[in-house]
């Protein structure tokens, strides 16, 4: 996942591939909790990894449930068998929902028959969602429950004695026109008080998101709970139910992250279909409905039990008018369909959007405005006119600390698919958020994702032998979240194999023949020839000498050139070397020529040698850097200089850090982002 603030998407021409989505977080944190509240070991495979699932383990881990995790193998959970171990305890849920209202309802139901007081809270954000009509429906019950901020909000406290009773005479009342989660919390919570008789929910007002519900019935059914459905107005646990655990039990891939790709292959597979692997024609989760949606909008889509493959059909896509409460979460990327669509694409019935983890509503009209789409919302709808051809706009997006956002507005980059001209790039603020289900998503996205290189933004770090252009790189890599090229590795390792196997470091050919069967890995930093670790052999002092001597080889240069050019790649690349302004990436729009005296930088070589253990001499050091350095200027083939437009950066009396901030400040005025990128409101 990236840990930055911004991360750029370059303009995307196409895409295909396979995706494996990760777990479903909805039916993840069920069966979590089913698994916590059964007796026994319920071992838990295809767990989604994220922020709310995480919330979720460590609430149970805190209320006493034994969580054993295998990186390797699946989850065990030893569950509580309805008995409360702890009677006291404050748990912070973040923005998860899918915990906040199923753990309120059933620690609310365990204190009060098993006396107890448990706090719950979360992120400002999760204080700002309804909860009052669980809290109402759990004061029917007997619970005691109260607002320790707005009420209607969490955080919340619930309190109980042991030897109390709930009140499960009468229908437990319950509306179901703002969140489906209520009724879920209850029908997940009410066996534990259903041993002596019957209880019923009824629910008032139209049901919302029906197939949430439809998942909840079939993992209680997995946990041994028989649910009596009349329509979806009245609901009923019967007497004597008790959790029973399945043993073990496969989470589905998550289908409302399908919906992403789905859309991806819509846009842009336009030759191989982008597949994606965990969710189908088998799945029990109301958002694969999201294929239809796709196929009306034009994709081509055949579904398999367990995969989903889309091509794109028709193009422009064909704008909809659709009910979407039966796909709440998934609806909110065809909004972002509707950028690629002919005429204006109408959702409604989608009122939930204004209590998730932000307005989505508001939300989504606000950020598709940005990017130059004309956009009508009101209470429970949204409408969507694409941009005209000459009225993209790079936007920095907003996400809102709403993962769902990050991800559909991420499909605004493949604008040179709508002929935007120019193309634009889209900036993503505060990428992390995609943690809460999704953490490796823009990975995946760009796994997927092609464009042409021309179009990815590169920053080239050139400089002398020891000034520091590797860390700087390195630094400013990290910031923008971009690859790394360290054109230096590409000839050390050469040399490194060359001394190693005994060719002649003087015979140009001999030496590109090399080059081109070297069996190479890069890692981060790191670099694996022939599958071992040489990262540390490429800092001896032999093997630099012999790399700056055989870099002015022109056989092994063209060589090494179609290499370098391959590091070119969505979402963008930091690039240091001696020529990478000048000769392999000419049409860099920043270009930074870093410089440092002869003394420093021996002194800096000096320190990196005595750290390792390799005994040096900074006098011969310094010798040795301005020889380097003479032979790198006067070199026939691209002579270590500036390129013409490059931004000279001495770095002699800087920090790494005091460097960065300085060629991310340059990188920042070169950008098309009038606003820098800050948040907008």
Not at 228 to 245: D, H, L, N, V
Not at 338 to 355: E, F, K, Q
């Amino acid at each position: 996942m990236y840990d930055i603030p911004f991360l750029d998407l370059p303009p995307l021409t196409g895409a295909a591939g396979t995706v494996r989505l990760p777990g479903s977080k909805s039916i993840s944190n069920r069966v979590l909790l089913l698994a916590g509240l059964c007796e026994g070991q319920t071992l838990v495979h295809d767990l989604l990894d994220s922020d709310d699932t995480r919330v979720m383990l460590e609430a149970l881990r805190r209320l006493g449930c034994g969580v054993e995790a295998d990186a390797k193998g699946p989850l065990r959970v030893t569950g509580l068998g309805g008995r409360l171990r702890e009677h006291a305890a404050e748990l912070f849920l973040g923005n998860a929902g899918t915990a906040m209202r199923p753990l309120t309802a059933a620690l609310a139901l365990l204190a009060a028959t098993q006396g107890g007081s448990f706090e719950l809270s979360g992120v400002p954000r999760m204080h700002e969602r309804p909860i009052g009509d669980l809290v109402d429906a759990l004061r029917q019950l007997g619970c005691g429950v109260d607002y320790l901020g707005q009420d209607g909000y969490p955080p919340l406290r619930l309190k109980g004695s042991a030897g109390g009773r709930a009140h499960t005479a009468a229908p437990i009342r319950v509306r179901g026109d703002v969140s489906s989660q209520f009724l879920t919390a209850l029908l997940l919570a009410l066996p534990l008080v259903s041993q002596d008789a019957p209880v019923t929910v009824e629910v008032q007002g139209e049901l919302i998101s029906k197939p949430y519900i439809d998942i909840t019935l079939k993992l209680l059914a997995r946990f041994g709970i028989a649910v009596q459905r009349e329509g979806w107005e009245r609901f009923t646990i019967p007497q004597g139910s008790a959790y029973r655990s399945p043993g073990e039990i496969y989470v589905e891939g998550d289908a409302s992250s399908a919906s992403y790709f789905v859309a991806l292959g819509a846009i842009a597979a336009t030759d191989k279909p982008v597949r994606i692997e965990g969710v189908g024609s088998e799945s029990i989760q109301g958002d694969v409905a999201f294929v239809d949606a796709a196929r009306a909008m034009g994709a081509r889509v055949t579904l398999e039990p367990n995969a989903i493959e889309v091509q794109r059909g028709q193009w422009p896509l064909r704008a909809i008018e659709l009910d979407c409460n039966h796909i709440p979460d998934a609806a909110m990327t065809l909004a972002v369909m509707a950028l690629y669509a002919r005429g204006s694409t109408r959702l409604t019935n989608i009122a939930s959007w204004r209590v998730k983890e932000t307005d989505r509503i508001a939300a989504m009209a606000a950020e598709l405005r940005k990017v130059g789409a004309t956009v009508v919302e009101g209470a429970d709808f949204i409408e969507v006119t694409p941009p005209a051809l000459s009225g993209w706009r790079p936007a920095a997006i907003h996400t809102y600390d709403d993962h769902r956002m990050a991800m559909c507005l991420s499909l605004a980059a493949f604008n040179p698919l709508a002929d935007a001209e120019p193309p634009v790039p889209v900036r993503i603020l505060d990428p992390r958020c995609v943690g809460k289900t999704f953490p490796d998503y823009f990975e995946t996205l760009f796994q997927l994702a092609g464009t042409e290189r021309a179009l990815v933004p590169v920053i080239t770090i050139d400089g002398p032998t020891a000034s520091g252009k590797g860390t700087l790189a390195s630094s400013v890599a990290r910031a923008l979240g971009y690859h790394t090229l360290d054109s230096g590795s590409l000839y050390r390792v050469t040399a490194l194999a060359a001394l190693a196997r005994g060719v002649d470091t003087t015979d140009g050919p001999a030496m590109a023949a090399l080059a081109r069967g070297l069996n190479l890995r890069f890692e981060g930093e790191r670099l694996w020839l022939d599958g071992q670790d040489v990262s540390g052999e490429l800092r001896r002092e032999e093997v630099g000498t012999t790399a700056s001597r055989i870099s002015a080889l022109p056989e092994l240069r063209a060589a090494l050139y179609a290499v370098q050019l391959a590091f070119r790649r969505a979402p963008g690349l930091v690039a240091d070397g001696r020529d990478m302004g000048t000769v392999i990436f000419p049409d860099a729009p920043l270009k930074v020529f870093l410089t440092a005296s002869p003394a420093m930088r021996a002194e800096r070589r000096y320190k990196q040698l005595i750290s390792k253990g390799i005994s040096a001499s900074i006098d011969e050091l310094r010798a040795d850097l301005e020889a380097r350095d003479e032979r790198d200027r006067n070199r026939q083939i691209a002579p270590l200089k500036p390129a013409e437009d490059a931004l000279l950066l001495d770095n002699s009396a800087q920090t790494v850090e005091a460097s960065t901030a300085i060629v991310l400040q340059w990188w920042a005025q070169r950008g098309p982002f009038a606003d820098g990128g800050t948040p907008q409101s």
